[in-house]
């Protein structure tokens, strides 16, 4: 992921599921939205992501679908990984519950500044910019344009070009993890960093072991 969705992305950990929370309240605070943005993308819940950023225009509507199409991807391998090699051994593919656990709690410290109906929260949280929030219809949201100032069009199509390619080795993953293609979590996670940094024309046949 490039710069655009450091705010929201490097807050999502590849951890276990977390209790759901519900769609964004109108009695919310800017960071209990945020914190219920972070949540629904771990949970792959495409309707509070999408009523939890603001996008004009078709370019930032393709983000967002992007951006959907991605979190319930990772959710749905998460949730594969889980099942098929448990909590304790998924963690080297999903990654550390105690890290998003981490990364929740700063944002329910990050420092709140509101000024009518616009807010920001500042995280302290490595790499992360200033998240800027923008209260619609009641609800705090994450104007998606105000995370885009430093980007071209072209560059917006790359990104979703990036996250399509996350998407699909992801897919992978998660039918080959299903399959019984994998023995453990730490050879499914070795074929996915591959099949990561591989050449778009390269094929995507995972390589196991025999059994």
């Known amino acids: ?125 490595a790499n992360t910019p200033l998240i800027h929030m923008r209260k619609m219809d009641g609800h705090w949201r994450v104007p998606l344009g105000e995370m885009l100032t430093d980007l071209e069009p072209g560059q917006i199509a790359q990104q979703i070009e990036e996250m399509a390619l996350q998407v699909r080795v992801f897919d992978e993953t998660t039918a080959d993890i299903l399959a019984g293609k994998f023995h453990t979590a730490d050879e499914a996670a070795q074929v996915m960093r591959g099949r990561l940094i591989r050449p778009a024309s390269e094929p995507t046949t995972a390589t196991t072991k025999p059994g």
Do not use: C, W
Request: net charge negative; proline share 3%.
């Open 1 to 125: 992921m490039q710069r655009i969705f450091y705010g929201i992305l490097l807050l999502v950990s590849m951890s276990a599921s977390a209790q759901a929370q519900p769609a964004t309240q109108p009695g919310d605070s800017p960071r209990q939205a945020y914190e219920r943005l972070v949540v629904a993308m771990r949970e792959g819940d495409g309707a509070t992501i999408r009523q939890s950023i603001v996008a004009q225009g078709d370019d930032q509507q393709r983000l967002v679908d992007a951006l959907v199409n991605y979190a319930q991807s990772l959710s749905t391998m998460r949730q594969a990984a889980v099942q098929t090699y448990g909590a304790a051994q998924s963690r080297i593919l999903t990654g550390d519950p105690a890290d998003h656990e981490k990364r929740l709690e700063a944002i329910r410290q990050a420092i709140e500044q509101i000024d009518g109906d616009k807010a920001t929260l500042k995280v302290d949280s």
